[in-house]
């Protein structure tokens, strides 16, 4: 192996099993072309998996049912960096993982600032929706939930325990980042941000 593929698998190997990634998340280390080359000897050494065009994983193994499925956040993020979006729970999804709902939704489902779209990936199917509120760059993943979920309740569909419920998810971090980005959201949501501030301290 070469020197391209040692320093690779060494930076796969430092994100663990379960990794999905594309060949820009190497770009630090040399052309385009001999990193393709590189994860292209890596796959055909089974040494990391080839799940897409352009996409690839360290996959996660089994005692007894062996090589598993690639992980569905992890392939979600690899799929919108490979196209530089950014990604998030979408509202469904959000809301289910704040425990505002016991619903589970069929199907991985993610909020992105990029157009919308179905991918089918090593089996699994991924369903990118455009975001009806904005991705916070510096910002928790429970940061963004929370956004997405107050878009997909809607301005009638959240009252004072869901306010509280979601006052109770966030951390000092995470509120400062929401107050910050209220001016990138619609009046209301940056009306039920406030509310949600008030409601720690209260």
Request: hydrophobic share 40%.
């Amino acid at each position: 192996m070469s020197a391209m593929t040692d320093k690779i698998m060494k930076r796969v190997r430092g994100k663990g099993r379960g990794w999905a990634f594309t060949p820009k998340d190497f770009i630090d280390f040399g052309t385009r072309g001999s990193v393709d080359m590189a994860l292209s000897r890596l796959a055909q050494a089974d040494m990391i998996r080839r799940v897409g065009r352009g996409l690839y994983d360290y996959p996660r193994l089994h005692d007894k049912i062996g090589v598993l499925s690639p992980n569905a956040d992890s392939l979600a993020r690899a799929v919108a960096g490979k196209s530089g979006n950014k990604i998030g729970p979408a509202g469904a999804d959000a809301v289910n993982r704040l425990g505002l709902s016991t619903q589970v939704p069929a199907k991985a489902s993610y909020a992105t600032d990029g157009p919308s779209r179905v991918k089918n990936i090593a089996g699994r199917t991924l369903s990118l929706k455009h975001a009806r509120a904005p991705l916070l760059d510096k910002a928790s993943t429970q940061a963004n939930s929370v956004l997405q979920a107050i878009a997909h309740l809607g301005k009638d569909g959240i009252d004072g325990d869901t306010i509280r419920q979601l006052a109770d998810r966030l951390n000092q971090h995470d509120m400062k980042a929401l107050i910050k980005a209220r001016q990138q959201m619609t009046g209301w949501m940056g009306d039920v941000v406030l509310k949600i501030n008030e409601a720690r301290h209260g």
